[in-house]
Structures are given as C-alpha cells and as structure tokens.
C-alpha cells in the first residue's frame, strides 16, 4: 500500500533529526537536499515539507538563495531556555505529585535504584539514559499534554547543543543528590517541594554547564599561550 504524503514527509523530518541528534549533520552545516533526496530516493516535495516541519521545531533554519542550515545553540539561547524549562519540568513534578498512583512510585523507586548504582559506578552514559526515563516519568505522571508537548520543543532544541554537564566536576553526586530530593517529595505527595526541587535541579544543570564551558575555554586559552594544539600536543622527548 502506498504511503501517503503526509506519512513521507513525516518520516523524512525523523530521518532528518536523527542525522542532526547523532551529529551527522553538525551544527552551521548546510543541508544537502539533492544529496539526501537521491540516497534516500524521494522527490523534493517531501523533503522540502520535512525541513519546513524541523525549521518550525527551531532544528534548521533556511536562508534565501543558500538553502537550510542546521541551527547553533549559544550560550544565550542556554540562558534563556533554561529558565523555561526548569518552569515547565517544575510545574510536572507538581502535577505529578498530586497524580501518581502507587505503582507510579513504585516504577520510580527502581529507577532511582538504578541510577543511584549508575553513579556509584561511574557509568556516566548509562546514568544518562536513567536520568532522561526519570524525567519523562514524571512528566507522564502529570498528566498535562500541554506541559509534555512544550518540553519535548525545549528538548529538541537543547539536543543540538550536545551538552554533557555531567562531565562537570561533582556534577554526578551533585545530580544525583537533586533527584534524589525529587523523588523524595513525589513520595510525600508534597506538591510545592517536588516542583521546587525539579527547578533546583535543572537550574543547577546550566550552572554546571557555564562551569565546564569556563573551564574548556581557559584551558585552550592557556594553551594557544603556550602555542601548543590540543588536538596534536607535543611529543615528550625520552632521555
């Protein structure tokens, strides 16, 4: 049976993002559209309906007579994005707070069970994928499609950034000791202190970031100092 317009262009823009997430396509390169439509042997038609749909998620951006390019997060979009998204993701763990059934917690528990052991382990990736099941978790546990469909947006755009704060020296306890405190107060049914912990949470996320990306930059600032290459540094010579 044919696929209709609509279902092909949808999953060209899924094609699409998941070049962008895997970093297949970069940030600030430009889109090949000839390319892309004869490997993936499709018209134009959808392709152009599937970059229309990514430039409306913030994904790419098109520039008259040059064509789509894939869109750079700057510290200011960091700076401005976080805030809202610490109001959103707070607002959920309010709402679910108020919602979660027993089994909800229950589920919740052994997934902060397995994080805690992520850490303890240092296993930073896996921690990662913990986290991230947390997080859509609660805000399943809310209950409010409004809420998901707005931070699902944010999320998009906070993927090309590509960030790993936990890299972020103490950020992995750190992280963990503001789920913990999460989850806590989902326990309790506490509304106000579940909210106020997830904003806590994702508030400290940037702060660690503006850390790292301080300390990466003074690092290559020291180093093009000393006129040295991060990428290839000098060879210690055995005497």
Known sequence: MPRSHNSLHDEVAERLRGLIFSGDLTPGQWVDEVLLCETWDISRTPMREALKVLSAEGLVRHEPRRGCFVNE??????????PVIALLEGRCAHEAACHASDSDLMALATLHDQLQAHAQAGRIPDY??????????????????WLAMAIGDLRKILKLARLKQLNAPGRL???????????SALKDRNALAAEEAMRIHLTRQREALRSLMQSQSSRLSSLMKLDVNPLNPPKVQMT
């Not at 994928?129 to 499609?145: D, F, P, V």
């Open 173 to 183: 306890a750190q992280s963990l000791s503001e789920h913990l405190a999460i989850f």
């Open 73 to 82: 997060v700057t510290e200011q979009d960091l700076d401005e994005i976080f």
């Open 128 to 145: 990662y994928a913990t986290n991230y099941t947390i997080h859509e978790s609660i805000i399943a546990m809310a209950g409010n499609k």
